[in-house]
């Protein structure tokens, strides 16, 4: 579809690739310095750690707070890089992030704001800062298929829309795991030494919980949003499914507190079997695991009224809302 040549994850020489993938970062930066933001995701992880194997210190690695990310995400991630010897400066954006967003509702505006925002304001700065003219970047050939197949626009596809980096940003891009599905992405980043923490770790999308916020974003409706998200996670953690998230819905429902009527607000929860986001079907979670689920949800996120579990398969469904 991408006419990029893909290399399976059950094919894949991960040290072979690793050397490979270093010495082109290397030849393509030369003397000069690159730069990196790293979400936590195992993608942008292991495209860290790549990097830094090929260009050392001249590789500038920051954490661009938007205020969409889960509980204590940013402090986390710090750390963990920490412990690997690589510096991680964290940039706090959120009043940008949620200025571009706001009164948007339409997906793909929502997607397309955030993508503006980091790389033309917040990040185009910092690279003008830093001097770097290359930018390392975790795209995955998915990312990439379902940008190109219109399915929905992944926030870090440019090229194979006909979207020159170098003229609209200001900068080139290197993609060095851009042949790579998720699985190969998991085999890559455990071979470049990352903790189990960071290479199992369940896929996250671009846009953070502005995927999981239908209507327009803000930063309360992130907060409830990730409430939900951090009791489905921790709920779910032992499931052992691909991916499992919490969903804001827009209208608000009848229901009932105390005895009154309440007119409250609806969490959806997705929980998905999968190989690498290509096709899922839902997990069929234990109904104890969902009561649960929805007690904890009800009782401890504000305003929530209802529960829900989505069924529907990929596809016709997608595994992120929005």
Sequence with gaps: MSGIVELKANKLNTQEFIEQKAAEISSAVGKGAAINALSGGVDSSAVTMLGHKAL??????FFINNGLMRENEPEQIVALFKKMGVDVQVVDAQEKFFSALKGISDPEEKREAITQTFYKDVF?????????????????????DETVAGIKRQHNVFEQLGIDPQETFGYKIIEPLV?????????????????EVLFKRMPFPGPALAARVIGEVTPEKINIVRKATSIAE?????????????????????????????FGLQIEIRCWDSLDARRATPTRLPWDTLDKLSSQIINDVPGVVSVTYNIASKPPSTMEAV
């Design 56 to 61: 050392g210190e001249r590789l500038k690695t």
């Design 124 to 144: 185009g700065k910092l690279v003008k800062e830093s001097g770097a003219k290359y930018l390392l970047q975790g795209t995955i050939l998915t990312d990439v």
């Design 234 to 262: 921790k709920q779910l953690s032992s499931s052992g499914a691909f991916q499992y998230m919490a969903i804001l819905h827009q209208d608000r429902v009848t229901g009932m507190r105390d005895g009154k009527r309440d």
């Design 179 to 195: 042949q790579l599905r998720k699985d190969g992405v998991r085999k890559v980043a455990a071979a470049l030494g990352l903790p």
